[in-house]
């Protein structure tokens, strides 16, 4: 079946840097991603749609000049985590649409943020 | 708006027993219905989807849902658990308005006991 990585699979840095990670689907094309976070114990909550060629679309709530999405190719999605802080420790899990099944998603691992 | 609501955070059941995993939602018109499995280092895996049609659904690796409208359930049935479906499940909903975002519940973990 269809596959999206993520790299890193987990990243340890310090207060006030920058991380970006990239999400990748290796045998097919996305033109639209979702980026999601996922706290200990708790759901998956939607941050963003990635698009393709555009602006990506942020959920409410969600810092726009903090969380950095670039979708840069058809199938290569990043998310950059702007002048991190320790709240923004999290998981985070891209996805890309399943062509052909409405609604279903290839998920990516997810990647581990920790900040110092 | 939709939501998701999975009553159970942790179930452990015995090899070989049959599971349940319950799953209600909220949705004013009729949701579409999605059960993932999610394993240690691996992404979301779907199970099944309900669109429409039979309410009783057919997934992969021996998991079956049932659609129940009267009591806006979408529970996760299997009749015998293997040690290897120890993971994390998540229901989700889905609207056509909403395109292609997913609302996910807060997961249940499984744990099977020898």
């Known amino acids: 079946g269809a596959v999206v990585s993520q790299h890193p699979s987990w990243v340890i840095c310090k207060s006030g840097t920058s991380v970006k990670i990239e999400c990748r689907s290796l045998?097919?094309?996305?033109?639209?991603m979702f980026w999601y976070r996922q706290f200990p114990k708790q759901s998956l909550m939607l941050m963003a749609t990635?698009?393709?060629?555009?602006?990506?679309?942020?959920e409410q709530g969600v810092e726009k000049d903090k969380f950095l999405i670039n979708h840069a190719s058809l199938t290569l999605s990043t998310l950059t985590v702007t002048s991190a802080h320790p709240e923004d420790s999290s998981f985070y899990i891209c996805?890309?649409?399943?062509?052909?099944?409405?609604?279903?998603?290839?998920f990516g691992p997810g990647t581990r943020l920790l900040v110092l | 708006a939709q939501s998701v609501t999975q009553p159970d955070i942790h179930i452990t059941v015995s090899e070989g027993a049959s599971l349940e995993l319950r799953c209600n939602y909220s949705?004013?018109?009729?949701?579409?219905l999605f059960w993932y499995v999610q394993s240690p280092g691996q992404g979301l895996q779907l199970l099944l989807k309900?669109?429409?049609?039979?309410?009783l659904v057919q997934g992969i690796k021996g998991f079956e849902a049932e659609f129940k409208r009267s009591q806006s359930s979408f529970n996760l049935r299997k009749p015998s658990v293997h040690w290897s479906d120890a993971a994390e499940y998540f229901c989700?909903?889905?609207?056509?308005?909403?395109?292609?975002?997913?609302?996910f519940g807060t997961g249940t973990r499984l744990a099977v006991r020898p």
């Open positions: 949705y004013g018109a009729t949701p579409y």
């Open positions: 309900y669109f429409s049609g039979d309410t």
């Open positions: 996805s890309a649409p399943a062509g052909g099944t409405w609604g279903a998603q290839y």
């Open positions: 990635s698009n393709e060629g555009s602006k990506a679309t942020y």
């Open positions: 989700a909903v889905g609207a056509k308005s909403s395109g292609d975002k997913l609302t």
């Open positions: 045998d097919f094309q996305a033109t639209t």
